[in-house]
């Protein structure tokens, strides 16, 4: 008996310390929308996201209201006009890391990242691509990609459809923390 219970703590810290939970409390979004009128930069310092290393799952979540504008007038109209934040708070995206990485080991690892990403209550699944940096023990993510507005619902004003582009450009940056 008392050789099942020594087998039982064993397997269970084993398998315990198999897994790792890496958390970024303030990562950073940012979109950037093109057009010959206008250019619109928003970023949001405040995301936040998970990665577990048991099964590759990674987590972001960002607040509407927690991106930011050069212009307040611009984050007026992103929050009220397009984006409707106090209907849709969040932005968020969970999914499956597709690719070997050494969570053990620096280098820098090309991944895919395949899920759902939800975005003005729309929810669309997507494979984006992106780089995981592993250094000193320490890991960070690095990803861009486009999103098309209307997948996700986001109507823009005709009245200003030459300042907002069709796709915007998502940049996600994260240094993560191994939880404890």
Do not use: C, W
């Not at 810290?13 to 979004?29: F, G, L, M, P, V």
């Not at 990485?101 to 669309?124: N, R, S």
């Amino acid at each position: 008996m008392k050789n099942l219970l020594l087998s039982i703590v064993l397997f269970v810290a084993i398998t315990a310390n198999a897994q790792k939970i890496y958390r970024a409390t303030h990562a950073e979004i940012t979109f950037f929308s093109e057009t010959p009128l206008e250019n619109i930069d928003g970023t949001n310092t405040d995301a936040k996201s998970i990665i577990s290393t048991k099964n590759n799952e990674i987590a972001f979540a960002a607040a509407i209201v927690g991106f930011h504008f050069e212009k307040s007038l611009m984050e007026e109209h992103f929050n009220e006009d397009y984006m409707e934040s106090d209907k849709y708070k969040a932005a968020s995206f969970k999914g499956k890391i597709i690719g070997d990485v050494d969570y053990d080991k620096d280098g820098v690892y090309p991944v895919k990242v395949k899920g759902i990403l939800k975005i003005h209550g729309v929810e669309k699944e997507r494979e984006i691509t992106g780089t995981i940096t592993i250094k000193d023990g320490k890991l960070s993510l690095l990803s861009e990609f486009n999103v098309k507005l209307e997948d996700h619902k986001v109507k823009v004003p005709k009245i200003v459809v030459k300042k907002i582009a069709e796709s915007v450009k998502v940049t996600v940056k994260a240094n993560y923390e191994l939880k404890k």
